[in-house]
T-cell receptor, first 114, second 114 residues
């Protein structure tokens, strides 16, 4: 157990739907990162939060949004889902969000869009 | 912006043989470098990191990597692999700034053959 908790572990939904993925960071970590892992795109950085504020943005689609709440948990919202959104979504956390920090990853949420 | 190239998508190797997984990066600024490992059905976990100092860094399970600034490389090596080393290996880079995202390479699948 890495200390980073992601729910749900698996999610199957239909095109056009909206889902929310949740992440609780490791105790003491202030920064949360979201990554999308797919076979053809590899591990793509989506977005980073530090203590509730957006810190860095990657290749995140406009249909996707995220936030980090005062208790430091984070949610990734995916809307108007397409088949191509099927992937493994990882959350990671780190102490400060500095580039030197080691990322601790959760086990991932596997999204299947039918 | 930073980018990471892992030239070998798949590396099969016999048990107890040596292995080298190649990683090259591109960046206009100084960087931190990491290797993460992903075992089947798990999240990524840190294998080793280079932040500063000695260019040769080692992990607790026998892997080592050497930072070569002139060649912008951070190749991962192990003199004798075990079946348990079968996994996906990701090279990652982040810029030496106050806060920056961690960019991952496409990964190399290491398969150890008995």
């Amino acid at each position: 157990d890495s200390g980073v908790t992601q729910t749900p572990k698996h999610l199957i939904t239909a095109t056009g739907q909206r889902v929310t993925l949740r992440c609780s960071p490791r105790s003491g970590d202030l920064s949360v990162y979201w990554y999308q892992q797919s076979l053809d795109q590899g591990l793509q950085f989506l977005i980073q939060y530090y203590n509730g504020e957006e810190r860095a943005k990657g290749n995140i689609l406009e249909r996707f949004s995220a936030q980090q709440f005062p208790d430091l948990h984070s949610e990734l919202n995916l809307s108007s889902l397409e088949l191509g959104d099927s992937a493994l979504y990882f959350c990671a956390s780190s102490v400060e969000g500095s580039g030197a920090n080691v990322l601790t990853f959760g086990a991932g949420s596997r999204l299947t869009v039918l | 912006a930073q980018s990471v190239t892992q030239l070998d998508s798949q590396v099969p190797v016999f048990e107890e043989a040596p292995v080298e997984l190649r990683c090259n990066y591109s960046s206009s600024v100084s960087v931190y470098l990491f290797w993460y490992v992903q075992y089947p059905n798990q999240g990524l976990q840190l294998l080793l990191k280079y932040l500063s100092g000695s260019t040769l860094v080692e992990s607790i399970n026998g892997f080592e990597a050497e930072f070569n600034k002139s060649q912008t490389s951070f190749h991962l090596r192990k003199p004798s692999v075990h079946i348990s080393d079968t996994a996906e290996y990701f090279c990652a880079v982040s810029a030496i700034t106050s806060y920056d995202k961690v960019i991952f390479g496409p990964g190399t699948s290491l398969s150890v053959i008995p």
